[in-house]
């Protein structure tokens, strides 16, 4: 089926350092979607983006992260400056032209914050 | 709290047998359910949904029931084997701007 690619596929970085995270949607999906699973916990959603704009975000999605998707490249996750509470691993996920919940996942990336 | 809970943390189940998987939810606005299948490092992937306007669906050995009044869902495979062992993820979602809300999941396994 359609698939989703993240890069990298794991990051370990020091407390304060920015760190972007890469998603390769589905070529014909246009609203993308970024999950935050910390271990042990149930995946909960962070942001989701459709047509250069942000059109929801949660409580976790926090002043430090930021969300793009320059000319049809990657769509990114940016923190800036990272917290240890940022350790996770982050989903990036994508649906259908028009919204849906059909939504494909990436295989995430764990970020470790040190 | 937890808006989509599976109080089980795993299950297992013999080759051949019913998996049934369960799933509460909170929110009266979720209108889509579904269930996700995932291996370690891999994608969550989707393998069954319903819309709210239903109670049952079937596609091959799964069959999604949602109990509205109740405020719960469930996956049942039957005839189950040992490829199906993963975690499962139940997860709804409702309103406007299609955010999912999953829970912690339900770690199947099938034995021989």
């Known amino acids: 089926g359609p698939k989703v690619l993240q890069i990298p596929s794991h990051q370990i970085i020091d407390m304060g350092q920015m760190v972007t995270l890469n998603c390769d949607p589905v070529s014909n999906h246009l609203y993308f979607y970024w999950y935050k699973q910390i271990l042990g916990q149930q995946m909960e959603f962070l942001v989701n983006?459709?047509?250069?704009?942000?059109?929801?975000k949660s409580k976790l999605f926090k002043d430090q992260f930021s969300v793009e998707r320059p000319d049809g490249s990657y769509f990114t996750l940016k923190i800036q400056p990272t917290a240890l509470e940022d350790s996770a691993v982050y989903f990036c996920?994508?649906?259908?032209?028009?919204?849906?919940?059909?939504?494909?996942f990436g295989p995430g990336t764990r970020l470790t914050v040190l | 709290g937890q808006q989509v809970k599976q109080s089980s943390p795993s299950l297992t189940v013999q080759e051949g047998g019913i998996s049934i998987l369960n799933c509460d939810y909170e929110n009266d606005m979720f209108d889509y359910f579904a269930w996700y299948k995932k291996y370690p490092d891999n994608s969550p992937t989707l393998l069954i949904s319903v819309r709210s306007n239903v109670d049952k669906r079937e596609d091959g050995r799964l069959t999604v029931f949602l109990n509205k009044s109740g405020k719960h869902f469930s996956l049942h495979i039957t005839a189950s084997q040992p490829e199906d062992t993963a975690v499962y993820l139940c997860a709804a979602g409702g309103g406007s701007n299609y955010k999912l809300t999953f829970g912690k999941g339900t770690l199947l396994t099938v034995t021989p």
């Open positions: 996920a994508s649906s259908f032209l028009g919204g849906s919940y059909e939504q494909y």
């Open positions: 983006f459709y047509n250069g704009k942000v059109m929801e």
